[in-house]
């Protein structure tokens, strides 16, 4: 899943992002209002962590913007500004949530899963292709009933090709989708992902779901029967 966070204060942005990354999500962190907002509108995100006070742009701006172009996504405001005007403001504006500073990461995070879950009600939290089975909020992963240990790019991966079965995904939108860096023709990052994951959740089990498309990229889907 990936998460903008748009935060002006660098130690707060950095802070976020760190541990948006170690809770498993594939963060973009923006300092500038109208650079955020322009990730808003241009890129997908499964939600948005948003100042309010920011250079160029405010939240407020942001967020208006976001849904005047139709733009569904779910906001959770995280600023400093406490005023109960402030809090109505935002929601009015389409905020799905108001954290004020100075927060509790815990708590931002259990905000977070909650509006991903709300956000997930035309989405299964539980997707399953053939006997495997990928639990997105519990982050736990199982095949023919057996339980998977997955690393969390491992997680990314896997989710991002269950949730596009069947569509092959060339190497650089797997690159932005989980690694959130432009492909480079160079490196066999992904390759290697890519060996691991099927190691664990392909290998000893049938039928094989990953599949290789010759100059194309990946394929994850249950084989025709011949």
């Known amino acids: 899943m990936r998460i ?35 990730m ?23 967020i208006a913007a976001l ?9 959770l405001f995280l600023t400093a500004r406490d005023l109960v005007e402030d809090r109505v403001k935002g929601l009015e504006l389409g905020a799905d949530d108001y954290l004020v500073k100075p927060f509790a990461f815990s708590e931002l995070l259990a905000r977070i899963r909650t509006l991903l879950r709300r956000g997930r009600t035309r989405e299964a939290d539980v997707l399953q292709v053939a006997n495997l089975e990928i639990d997105v909020l519990r982050r736990r992963v199982q095949r023919d009933g057996k339980k998977i240990e997955l690393t969390a790019k491992e997680f990314g991966l896997l989710e991002l ?8 995904l060339s190497r650089s939108l797997i690159a932005s989708q989980v690694w959130d860096m432009n492909f480079d023709s160079d490196t066999n990052v992904i390759e290697v992902a890519m060996r691991r994951l099927r190691a664990k959740i392909d290998d000893p089990f049938e039928p094989k779901l990953i599949h290789t498309v010759r100059g194309m990229g990946y394929v994850l889907d249950v084989p025709e029967a011949p």
Do not use: C, N
């Open 161 to 168: 090709l269950v949730r596009r079965r069947g569509e092959v």
């Open 40 to 62: 808003a509108l241009a890129e997908h995100y499964d939600l948005i962590v948003l100042d309010v006070m920011l250079p160029r742009a405010s939240g407020w701006q942001i």
């Open 4 to 38: 903008l966070v748009v935060e002006d204060e660098h130690k707060t942005g950095e802070y976020l992002r760190k541990g948006l990354t170690e809770a498993g999500f594939v963060t973009d962190l923006i300092q500038d209002g109208l650079d955020g907002q322009h």
């Open 67 to 75: 849904r005047e172009a139709g733009k569904h996504t779910p906001v």
